[in-house]
């Protein structure tokens, strides 16, 4: 049951008590399936594993659902014990409150693609094309169709998660430009600023804006001492301001059907 995005989401646990913990899953996993084969046609997800599986969101809820067959097999697993897994590697950005509707930025998975060979002064070598990042949006308390986000000018793609006036989506961008890339010829579309746009009234609400670097352009040159020093860095590329003033006309974009849930910043629909 457990597919690739949850096994990528179990990676490098930072503590003992997670490593413990994820060689336990498997374990049970193993002896499950072992008195019990699943024998269930399998699931086609089709291009869906690059768009809706990348996102915390849904992979949670399908992390749940394992622990809840894992339970119902006679193992006892709680839901609870692997939300450290899910902080650790879906860290939230930053949240905003406007008139009622709150805004969750939270990090997504974005696979890498490895590139071609290159020749390089000490031979050849194979560069990982680490430049697109992905995070996710999550918005409640919106009424009905009267509000649209956007980000950098642009509506996202909002689908429903089943609870009342929650919605839910994704963003993926160009972070930086490395010398060795795909599509070399698009640009970096960091910073990223989001408007909570009333159509009613044709003006953004709200908003806030995320930075992929430090915003004062800050280079660090050592890693993080510890988990806290991590998150005061991130905390810092997330403002809780800078949506776009004044009258703001959103033009309409088509969705790719291929990835519903996912504004891509390097694809122009027109």
């Not at 009333?198 to 988990?227: K, L, M, Q």
């Not at 806290?228 to 059907?257: D, M, Q, S």
Request: proline letters at 8%; one cysteine or more; a positive charge.
């Amino acid at each position: 049951r457990l597919g690739l995005v949850e096994f990528r989401a179990f990676e490098m646990p930072p503590h003992p008590q997670m490593s413990l913990l994820q060689s336990l899953l498997l374990r049970a996993l193993v002896v499950h399936f072992w008195k019990k084969p699943y024998q269930a046609p399998l699931i086609s997800w089709g291009t869906a594993l690059h768009d809706r599986w990348m996102l915390p969101h849904f992979v949670t809820h399908d992390i749940a659902d394992v622990a809840r067959d894992l339970r119902a097999a006679g193992y006892a697993f709680d839901d609870a014990w692997f939300a450290p897994f899910v902080e650790f590697r879906f860290p939230r950005y930053g949240t905003v409150v406007y008139e009622g509707v709150q805004l969750e930025l939270r990090q997504a998975i974005e696979p890498w693609h490895v590139l071609g060979e290159e020749v390089s002064r000490a031979g050849t070598s194979r560069y990982v094309d680490s430049s697109v990042e992905r995070l996710q949006v999550r918005i409640s308390g919106m009424t009905g169709t009267r509000h649209v986000l956007a980000c950098n000018g642009r509506p996202v793609p909002l689908q429903a998660t089943g609870t009342h006036g929650e919605f839910v989506g994704a963003v993926r961008y160009r972070a930086w430009a490395p010398p060795s890339a795909l599509h070399p010829t698009i640009g970096v579309h960091s910073p990223l600023v989001f408007d909570l746009v009333d159509t009613w009234s044709e003006r953004a609400i709200g908003g806030c804006t995320f930075h992929v670097v430090h915003p004062g352009g800050r280079s660090y040159e050592t890693y993080p001492v510890n988990a806290n020093e991590a998150e005061a860095r991130r905390v810092a590329r997330f403002w809780n301001h800078g949506h776009t003033p004044g009258e703001l006309r959103l033009k309409p974009e088509r969705i790719n059907k291929h990835f519903p849930y996912t504004l891509d910043l390097r694809w122009n629909p027109a």
